[in-house]
């Protein structure tokens, strides 16, 4: 028994000091000699994942500026990163002390944040296939226009959605809206110049195009959180940079010759063919592999704290005590009555306003998945309990063990053993959950995947080599698990 318990102790305190580590630090309040940058990195030239190679390490426009305010004004740069959609809000959090992500000063922004000077002017155009003769706002009467959600080009397609009859479809990642026009399923797209250069080259079958109608250019400024007092400083850096040609110098390093020209130049995909070539992310296969330690940290860490308490919940639902059980059940019916992406989200958007605990994407994720699969751990647990023999309740008491002691070396173990082919099927269902994490911005396996696709204008090769990975931890897990379970059988 003695050694059952040191297991698990050290289980639980390697899982701590893996998470431990992992746990990016996040400096907040500005004043402090690190300031957190947040962007999101899913739009060459300016921000994107350099995925040559296994460092992960966001590269582009923007992050040269932001390093060189950084080395001007003498702080330590942390970046973060997450959709484009959750920039602002991880503003007004104080999860970050600005925001650079080619974002455009409007007026509804300003109400809530504040911006710099803009650092760069850029147009929108309207993407499609070469064929498709679509070039002004005209052009787009009873045509599906998509956009990236919570841009500036949403609120421009909105806005010409009043005089012309278009539909509009909000994306998260530019890359899906250019698949979509590859797919047929979207007309056009109303992206930036710079930008849609990059997905111009790469896909010989789309061409780009100024929009003339449209009057406010897409110029880019940092954001800050109301009221910050790093706009000062940060504006007297960008007016020295454009005085002194470095903007000039950068924006020639990265609009000009631009990040995709590595790209390979084999023929685009025609509309209808789905041309799978994977050598073409075969220099980002270590990128992606680099996600599994991530995903099965995660995985286990939520497993093993999640028995933990599904184990307690079970005792509260079984001991009789009223208000226990009450607790217990309610709990449960919540965590199992609601989807866990939308408890994931409020677990990681509101517990800095609720506590002021800034807490990181990962932990976040665990302590969901945990909360979450404790509720429908408790039920199968309740279950091996109570189908333990009543003879064996009987027998302990009778020679005198404490209720404790026997429900944890005589109940316990047997319920444990008949469960679990159901505790295994509750992990292979949170390794193929732990994907969602992908959505808060931890680069898992399948969010690495989504990175690489992005970077290299492709979809499916990336995705496809995801699932597989998924699939391979999956055999392993269920391997694993036979072998045990044939095992703990041999003991009986
Ligand atoms: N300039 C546009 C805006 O502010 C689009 C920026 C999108 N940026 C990104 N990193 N995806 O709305």
């Known amino acids: ?3 059952r318990r040191l297991f698990l102790f050290t289980v639980i305190l390697a899982i701590a000091i893996i998470v431990g580590n992992y746990h990016l630090s996040v400096a907040s309040s500005v004043g402090k000699e690190t300031l ?49 959609n959750g920039l602002i809000p991880a503003l007004q959090a104080k999860r970050a002390d600005f925001v650079m992500a080619g974002m455009t000063p409007t007026p509804e922004r300003r109400e809530n944040i504040d911006f ?23 052009d787009l009467a009873g045509k599906i226009i998509g956009v990236q959600l919570g841009t500036i080009q949403e609120q421009n397609g909105k806005q010409i959605a009043e005089t012309v009859n278009i539909q509009l479809k909000q994306l998260n990642k530019v890359s899906e809206i250019v698949q979509e026009i590859k797919a047929g399923r979207i007309d056009a797209a109303i992206v930036e110049d710079t930008v849609a250069l990059g997905f111009v080259k790469a896909n010989s079958d789309l061409e780009f195009n100024v929009i003339p109608s449209i009057e406010n250019a897409s110029g880019s400024a940092i954001a800050f959180p109301k009221g910050s007092q790093l706009v000062k400083p940060f504006n007297d850096v960008l007016q020295q940079m454009k005085n002194n040609g470095e903007l000039e110098r950068l924006s020639k390093k990265w609009f000009s010759i631009t990040p995709t020209s590595e790209v390979s130049t084999s023929p685009a995909p025609k509309k209808d063919r789905l041309n799978l070539d994977f050598r073409r992310i075969i220099p980002d296969i270590p990128f992606i592999l680099k996600g599994i330690p991530l995903t099965l940290l995660f995985t286990l ?73 404790g509720a429908y751990m408790s039920e199968t647990i309740r279950g091996g309990i109570q189908a333990v023999d009543k003879g064996q309740f009987e027998a302990a008491m009778s020679m005198g063990v ?91």
């Open 116 to 138: 710099s000077i803009i650092y760069y002017e850029a147009k929108d155009t309207l993407v499609a296939l070469k064929s498709s003769n679509l070039r002004k706002s005209e």
């Open 301 to 373: 860490s939520s497993v093993f704290l999640g028995l933990f308490w599904g184990t307690a919940l079970s005792f509260f639902k079984i001991s009789g005590i009223k208000p226990l059980g009450w607790f217990a059940n309610i709990y449960t019916s919540i965590f199992r009555g609601t989807p866990l992406l939308l408890q994931l989200s409020l677990v990681y958007f509101a517990t800095p306003q609720l506590t002021g605990y800034d807490i990181s994407a990962l932990q976040a994720g665990i302590l969901t998945f945990t909360l979450n699969s």
């Open 402 to 492: 404490t209720y404790w002691m026997m429900m944890w070396d005589v109940i316990l173990p047997q319920a444990l053993k008949n469960i679990l082919p159901a505790l295994v099927n509750e992990t292979i269902g949170l390794l193929k959950d732990s994907s969602l994490v992908a959505t808060i911005g931890v680069v898992e396996i399948l969010r690495s995947a989504q990175i690489v696709g992005a970077n290299r204008y492709i979809y499916f090769e990336p995705l496809l080599f995801a699932g597989l990975i998924y699939y391979v931890l999956v055999m392993g897990l269920s391997f694993g698990a036979s072998a045990l379970e044939r095992k703990l059988r041999r003991s009986d």
């Open 36 to 84: 957190t940058m947040i962007t999101s990195p899913d739009y060459p030239p300016y921000e994107f994942y350099e995925t040559q190679g296994s460092d992960r390490k966001i590269v582009g426009f923007d992050i040269d500026i932001a390093n060189y305010i950084r080395q001007k004004l003498g702080f330590k740069l942390n970046i973060a990163q997450s959709d484009f």
């Open 1 to 3: 028994m003695k050694k």
